[in-house]
């Protein structure tokens, strides 16, 4: 799904504002004579221009009126501390408690982070878990850097994201030129869609891992990041696979009865040369009330398995459809 730009608050005001301006500019440019009207056609010459001065003073106020009408209002929102200090616009300090008594009910670490959807919007997270390893999140931004460098198949692209495929999301990476000319193309669309701190790694830490899987991606980087890409067009052709992931990969945000475009990452949840199970993100849109919001979500289950983390994914994204304030939201993408 493509969220299109917002048009020109004051687009459909143009011709009454146009209508407007030419009456100020009539009501200013008179002058009043003095000369042969003795003190009589003095004070009706003064009463007239102060007639005219009410006049002028009336329209400009009916037009700062129509301006200030036509403006859409902003979403103003607080960032909370990482683990849910505080409260809100979209996550109120009321659904605190509600997200508490969730948390303390799943098995393990989970982290939520949400933004407007647009470049340079404020986001708000709950939850401890806050900062992991990307694992295949990552392969959008390679997958849009593949799009704007004009490489890789159209059937790669598709099954990296639609499927998840290592191999074509490699074959995507080395069409780029592999290692760090790679990475600095997907650090570039990261820098354009609003994350200006994420670094795409170039090396393969791990074995048997795909070096860019091995990214440290904060969820709330992700979301910036995610909360812009409709402002891009590969950004955008990106969000329209993502609406068609794979039936056994919607866990999550894709079923939490909402529409939504969604890629998921899962892998060894601790760093290299450490013991540990399974970490399940995703980032993605959901659209509730038809407002679009961007979501990170993170699960760390307790007993390792894949299973729980996608279960653990499922029960956030239905808590974030169920709890977030998202009517004061925008329709379109701020960009």
């Known amino acids: 799904m493509v969220i299109p730009r917002r048009t020109s608050p004051l687009h459909g005001a143009a011709p009454l504002l146009v209508f407007l301006v030419l009456l100020l500019a009539g009501c200013g440019g008179e002058q009043t004579g003095t000369t042969g009207g003795g003190d ?7 009463q007239r221009a102060t007639q005219k001065e009410a006049e002028a003073q009336r329209l400009r106020e009916q037009l700062q009126g129509l301006q ?12 909370p501390a990482a683990g849910g200090s505080g409260g809100g616009t979209i996550l109120p300090a009321a659904a605190h408690a509600s997200f508490d008594a969730l948390a303390r009910s799943l098995s393990g670490e989970v982290g939520i982070v949400v933004s407007p959807v647009g470049i340079g919007q404020p986001v708000e997270s709950l939850g401890p878990l806050q900062n992991a390893i ?9 997958a849009m850097a593949a799009i704007d460098a004009g490489v890789g198949s159209s059937q790669d692209l598709r099954a990296a994201i639609t ?24 650090n570039e669309e990261l820098r354009a869609a609003g994350d200006t701190t994420t670094s795409i790694e170039p090396r393969t830490l791990r074995a048997g891992f795909t070096p860019f899987g091995q990214t440290r991606w904060a969820l709330a980087d992700q979301v910036r990041f995610t909360a812009g890409m409709a402002c891009l067009d590969a950004g955008g052709q990106l969000l329209g696979l993502m609406h068609e992931t794979i039936p056994a990969q919607r866990w999550g945000l894709g079923s ?5 475009e969604l ?3 899962w892998g060894p949840g601790s760093e290299p040369g450490a013991d540990g199970g399974y ?16 979501v990170t979500l993170a699960a760390r289950p307790s007993d390792g398995s894949h299973e729980s983390g996608t279960a653990m994914l499922t029960r956030l994204a239905a808590w974030v459809v169920a709890n977030a304030n998202v009517h004061g939201l925008p329709k379109l993408a701020r960009c």
């Open 40 to 46: 009589g056609s003095l004070a009706r010459a003064e």
């Open 68 to 79: 200030a009408e036509q403006e859409e209002p902003a979403v103003t929102t607080r960032t």
């Open 134 to 142: 990307a694992w295949s999140t990552s392969k959008v931004p390679v």
């Open 163 to 186: 499927a998840s495929d290592n191999a074509a999301a490699t074959n995507l990476w080395n069409a780029l030129g592999g290692g760090s000319t790679a990475a600095e193309a997907a």
């Open 256 to 260: 939490a009865g909402v529409p939504a």
């Open 263 to 265: 890629k998921g990452g």
């Open 279 to 294: 970490l399940d993100r995703q980032m993605g849109v959901m659209t509730i009330h038809d407002r679009p919001l961007a």
